[in-house]
């Protein structure tokens, strides 16, 4: 069982893409804080234009997590139905690049002002291997982290992956969920106790 959110709770979006229905939720249920984060132009142009997401605790940040503040080359898909573009070319990715604005947890944290994050959620096709050391280096109280890790991609991101899941439960945290793709992982920082929670996430 995990803790349950409440309305102080702060959640942290990475990678929103199009589709927010895990967002919604949260809000609906919860009435929790939302910090979304996405630089694809996709992604802004979707956010402005879904009325759902007109709520004063749905918060957009039109750029993305790196390990560097500043602008990154960002390659788009090749299928042009498609929002989801990266930081990391494969086979997926057109050649062709925009260059979209980026910052560091350090940043973003100290920008929002919060040392206590209750959920981050993380979907950055396949840069997350590239954050999520500095996310755990951090002095920031992080509860949960729910990460999709993208090691279809290549060896080198099987054995990165490998690597960061290895660190992260050496920082407290254990596994207590893994979806049927192998890819999308839960992870709950031990000694958190709470009794009358209900929620799950995946």
Same mark, same amino acid.
């Given at each position: 069982?995990?803790? #349950?959110?409440? +309305?102080?709770?702060?959640? /942290?979006?990475? @990678?929103?893409?199009?589709?927010?229905?895990?967002?919604?939720?949260?809000?609906?249920?919860? @009435?929790?804080?939302?910090?979304?984060?996405?630089?694809?132009?996709?992604?802004?142009?979707?956010? %402005?234009?879904?009325?759902?997401?007109?709520?004063?605790?749905?918060?957009?940040?039109? /750029? @993305?997590?790196? #390990?560097?503040?500043?602008?990154?080359?960002? /390659?788009?898909?090749?299928?042009?139905?498609?929002?989801?573009?990266?930081?990391? %070319?494969?086979?997926?990715?057109?050649?062709?690049?925009?260059?979209?604005?980026?910052?560091?947890?350090?940043? $973003?944290?100290?920008?929002?002002?919060?040392?206590?994050?209750?959920?981050?959620?993380?979907?950055?096709?396949?840069?997350?291997?590239?954050?999520?050391?500095?996310?755990?280096?951090?002095?920031?109280?992080?509860?949960?982290?729910?990460? +999709?890790?993208?090691?279809?991609?290549?060896?080198?991101?099987? #054995?990165?992956?490998?690597?960061?899941?290895? %660190? $992260?439960?050496?920082? @407290? /945290?254990?596994?207590?969920?893994?979806?049927? #793709?192998?890819? +999308?992982?839960?992870?709950?920082?031990?000694?958190?106790?709470?009794?009358?929670?209900?929620?799950?996430?995946?």
């Amino acid at each position: 069982m995990l803790p #349950s959110l409440r +309305e102080n709770s702060i959640v /942290y979006s990475f @990678g929103i893409g199009e589709d927010t229905s895990f967002d919604e939720e949260l809000m609906k249920k919860f @009435g929790c804080t939302i910090h979304a984060f996405d630089p694809t132009p996709k992604s802004i142009e979707f956010v %402005k234009r879904n009325k759902a997401l007109d709520n004063k605790n749905f918060i957009f940040h039109p /750029y @993305g997590i790196s #390990s560097c503040d500043g602008f990154e080359i960002f /390659y788009l898909p090749l299928n042009k139905n498609h929002v989801s573009g990266s930081t990391k %070319k494969h086979s997926g990715l057109k050649n062709d690049f925009i260059k979209v604005k980026m910052k560091t947890f350090e940043k $973003i944290v100290c920008l929002l002002g919060h040392k206590k994050i209750n959920v981050i959620k993380m979907d950055i096709e396949g840069s997350e291997i590239d954050v999520l050391d500095f996310i755990l280096d951090s002095k920031v109280e992080i509860k949960q982290l729910l990460i +999709e890790f993208h090691h279809r991609f290549s060896k080198k991101n099987l #054995s990165e992956s490998k690597r960061i899941i290895k %660190k $992260i439960k050496s920082k @407290g /945290y254990k596994i207590v969920g893994i979806s049927s #793709s192998l890819e +999308e992982f839960t992870f709950l920082k031990e000694g958190i106790k709470d009794e009358n929670s209900t929620c799950k996430y995946i």
